[in-house]
């Protein structure tokens, strides 16, 4: 018989859903985001909140409904695309980009803001904040109770002591609107929102739950897709709460010349509450970030585990090891370097996304999908080349193009294409 979560379980998994989510990028873009759109915060956060919170939810319905993750999504086509889709996400939101951001971040704020020399050296911090990581990793079948359960609510109340300080906060500057987001506030968020790469991580993180899932006795599909639902709404809300409290701090509490969101975060909490604020707020970066290291080695190491002799521990160790070396580069180097990858692979990603969210009303599915990815890939490839600086012929003529976007029409308008084709119901001839 299947077994059924009890709902303070079902809540772990919401929280654990949430923390895995609430890393690095998830503190230090909104507040950034929020200081440079000055008097255009709002519409700039809500494209923000479309890409970082209504995709990663978006997400984990797909997995939700597809039952599983991109081998799911894809199984109409050869297995080769799935896989190649696959390993390109893991490795992005694994060792390169996204996990060892996670370290780094938490040593830029939990460690540097107390002092020019800090006790332990970078490469010392994330060595050991990885073998924590990793430690925790280890275990994927008490990930819900060490991170949903313990973690998770620990880190909720400090966040929520945060966004009650920026509230009550007064006497912050708000800071002339950048350049950036004069003309389409809105879009610029969308794309900023890209930067905490939630997307791309939904889909694997989406894949981990319905594996401990599994480990917890809960087999039958119906039931993993409801938890999957009940998790993923949690989370949203747990990430909308403090998007919005970070763009209000950004905007309300401006440093000039700050470099990064870390540097307003450590700004106003100095100002507000001297050194035990630091203390705290060391804590809240440390925990954010550390849980989301562990739930990005998991994903990532029980993927790989699955295509190769390699176990799944001897991976954990691997993708470990990487994530200290990239960890000791500088934040605004790693920032750099992730964007014009991001904006190369975002398009495919939120492209399965809708495939599998509306598959039931799609039409001639194997077509339908071959192609909504193609075209999807071919703009994602122009959109990653441009944010690298290569020159191209003069696009400007495509919708949305000079916003970073020029994907979004044509990917919708093919699966708007054979929507109808699914409503199209063949008619009976009679000679």
Request: aromatic share 10%; glycine share 10%; net charge neutral.
């Amino acid at each position: 018989m299947d077994k059924q979560l009890k709902p303070f379980d079902v809540l772990g998994l919401g929280f654990m859903t949430f923390a895995f989510f609430l890393g690095a990028g998830n503190i230090i873009f909104p507040t950034m985001a929020g200081m440079l759109a000055g008097e255009e915060v709002v519409p700039t956060m809500l494209g923000f909140l479309l890409t970082a919170v209504g995709l990663p939810l978006l997400g984990l319905f797909a997995v939700a409904k597809a039952g599983g993750g991109i081998s799911q999504m894809t199984k109409m086509l050869h297995p080769g695309i799935g896989i190649f889709i696959s390993v390109a996400i893991f490795i992005i939101i694994g060792p390169l980009i996204a996990a060892p951001r996670t370290g780094l971040v938490a040593f830029e704020l939990g460690i540097k803001p107390f002092g020019e020399e800090p006790l332990i050296s970078q490469f010392g911090y994330s060595l050991l904040f990885f073998a924590v990581a990793s430690l925790l990793a280890l275990f994927p079948g008490k990930l819900m109770d060490s991170i949903g359960k313990v973690l998770t609510p620990l880190l909720i109340v400090l966040l929520v002591a945060l966004s009650f300080a920026v509230l009550t906060a007064s006497g912050g500057q708000v800071l002339p609107t950048d350049a950036a987001y004069l003309e389409a506030p809105f879009a610029k968020g969308i794309l900023d929102g890209y930067s905490t790469m939630d997307a791309l991580a939904s889909i694997m993180f989406g894949m981990l739950i319905v594996d401990l899932l599994n480990k917890k006795g809960v087999t039958d599909s119906a039931n993993q897709y409801r938890y999957l639902v009940i998790a993923a709404l949690i989370a949203a809300a747990g990430l909308a709460f403090v998007y919005v409290s970070l763009f209000f701090l950004g905007a309300g509490f401006g440093v000039e010349g700050a470099s990064s969101g870390g540097a307003i975060l450590t700004a106003f909490v100095a100002n507000e509450f001297g050194t035990l604020g630091l203390i705290v707020l060391s804590g809240v970066i440390t925990l954010a970030c550390l849980t989301t290291a562990v739930g990005l080695l998991s994903a990532c190491s029980d993927y790989f585990s699955q295509l190769t002799p390699i176990p799944y521990a001897g991976y954990v160790v691997i993708n470990a090891v990487f994530c200290i070396m990239m960890a000791n580069l500088e934040l605004g180097v790693l920032i750099e370097l992730s964007i014009p990858v991001l904006v190369s692979v975002y398009p495919i990603a939120v492209a399965l996304m809708l495939f599998s969210v509306f598959s039931g009303q799609i039409g001639m599915k194997k077509p339908a999908l071959a192609l909504t990815l193609s075209v999807s890939l071919f703009f994602g490839v122009l959109e990653g080349l441009k944010a690298a600086g290569v020159k191209l012929p003069d696009l400007s003529f495509m919708p949305l193009y000079d916003l970073g976007l020029a994907w979004v029409l044509p990917t919708v308008m093919v699966l708007a294409f054979f929507v109808l084709m699914g409503r199209v119901k063949p008619q009976t001839v009679a000679s």
